[in-house]
């Protein structure tokens, strides 16, 4: 039987596809873009994709759906893990929880990625519902990641990370010391296949993807620590600005600097770490929240002289 369903204000702004699977775990992807194409999915009486938004109040025609099945037993977290992932929470409220992911820890599952961040989350419920990613770190990339403790939260949170509202400063180590103290890097990207799987490439046609830059300190021309904000999250952008557009390649990425990224006496490891995040919080004010240095860049800084201050306290003004 064809149905009407309406988006309640909590869940404006959801994705039309996730709004469905929400309802209809059984809902293949497949099956849902066949009733998209053939029009039997409708919002406010009109034809949809499966990326649009959805706004409060909208109706939403819906055929029959299939079945929902038992729902499977979540796997355990290892405790090993969930005690490390409660221990990296720098800040916890009703809707927002920051956290200092780890070097080397992926965000979500992929081939052969069995341990992973977003398989983890029943361990930072604390006693509230399962929390909910609103934007990503590269693998290897260290520090703050944004997480919404309700559905609202994150409808708010995801807005504010696309429409450019949170300012996002990380550190990098690279090699070398670029050519001025600081500036803007303004390169468009684009993903080219390779032997190795995808890179992201300078392409004049490809995506704007804009970064401010400024030198905080260097040692000897040898290496140079970057503040690196940037202004558009394309894939791997600072990375790929960093050794294109600065011929400065992050220490440890041989991705993008190939055997310039590595110096002799420092860790091979990737050091790039989101440092600081400004952003809106759902319910009102701005919430300012850093990171602690990985272990791996804190001995990089000591080894070349690079002050390192403590994080401040987070704080969330009003």
């Known amino acids: 039987m064809v149905t009407t369903l309406t988006v309640p204000p909590a869940e404006a702004d959801t994705r039309l596809d996730r709004w469905l699977k929400r309802r209809f775990p059984a809902l293949t992807q497949g099956a849902l873009q066949k009733m998209l194409r053939t029009g039997q999915i409708r919002v406010d009486g009109a ?44 800040w916890r409220d009703d809707a927002v929880l920051v956290l200092d992911k780890p070097h080397g820890l992926p ?47 994150a409808a708010a949170l995801a807005a504010a990370f696309r429409g450019r509202d949170v300012e996002k400063t990380y550190w990098a180590v690279v090699a070398g010391e670029p050519q001025h103290k600081g500036g803007q890097v303004n390169l468009s990207l684009s993903k080219e296949p390779g032997p190795r799987g995808e890179r992201m490439a300078p392409d004049p046609k490809g995506q704007r993807a804009v970064t401010d830059f400024a030198v905080l300190d260097a040692a000897r021309r040898k290496a140079a620590l970057l503040e690196l904000k940037p202004h558009t999250g394309r894939t791997h952008q600072l990375r790929v600005h960093c050794a294109a557009a ?25 050091h790039l770490h989101a440092r600081r995040l400004v952003l809106p919080h759902p319910e009102g004010g701005t919430l300012e929240v850093e990171a602690a240095l990985p272990p791996h860049m804190a001995a990089t800084f000591r080894f070349l002289g690079f002050d390192a201050p403590a994080p401040r306290p987070p704080r969330r003004r009003k």
């Open 107 to 153: 965000v979500q599952g992929g081939p052969g990625i069995t341990r992973h961040l977003d398989g983890a989350l029943d361990a930072l419920a604390f006693e509230g519902e399962r929390p909910r990613l609103v934007h990503r770190l590269d693998r290897d990339t260290s520090g703050l990641l944004v997480l919404a403790r309700s559905q609202p939260a």
């Open 246 to 270: 600065l011929e400065t390649p992050i220490l440890g990425d041989g991705k993008y600097g190939g055997a310039a990224a590595h110096l002799e006496g420092l860790s091979g490891q990737l």
């Open 47 to 90: 034809r949809a994709e499966a990326n649009t938004r959805l706004p409060a109040g909208a109706e939403l025609r819906v055929p029959p759906m299939p079945d929902t099945p038992p729902p499977k037993a979540a796997p355990r977290v290892p405790e090993a893990l969930a005690q490390e992932l409660q221990s990296r929470v720098l």
